[in-house]
């Protein structure tokens, strides 16, 4: 599976910015699709996931202010990020997670959010 995120910028703190992940294969035979971000010196960390029956779990950080979906026909995931503070600020990986335990990662996307 290849992803291809997009969508990454420069925007102010209270903006918003939709990410966008193309995947490479029918999202419907992947078990599980989300976003991780990794800023400056910290750990990847999950932000996002959407299971392919439509469970759907948030970092407790972004809840309320990000929503992830996606577009069957499109093969594409999406991640709407709003009211965005500085600390959102990172590389932002869309990945695909199949069972038992392989998981596919894009290239990422820088998000920079200023003060």
């Known amino acids: 599976v290849q992803l291809q995120a997009s969508g990454g910028g420069l925007v102010q703190a209270g903006g918003s910015l939709r990410l966008s992940c193309a995947v490479s294969?029918?999202?419907?035979?992947?078990?599980?699709l989300g976003w991780h971000r990794q800023a400056p010196g910290k750990q990847r960390e999950l932000v996002a996931a959407?299971?392919?029956?439509?469970?759907?779990n948030f970092a407790d950080s972004v809840k309320g202010r990000f929503t992830i979906s996606r577009d069957n026909a499109k093969n594409t995931v999406y991640l709407q990020m709003n009211s965005l503070k500085p600390e959102d600020t990172g590389v932002y990986y869309c990945?695909?997670?199949?069972?038992?335990?392989?998981?596919?990662w894009g290239q990422g996307t820088q998000v920079t959010v200023s003060s």
């Open positions: 294969r029918n999202i419907l035979s992947i078990d599980a």
């Open positions: 990945n695909a997670y199949e069972l038992p335990n392989r998981t596919y």
């Open positions: 959407l299971a392919r029956a439509g469970s759907i």
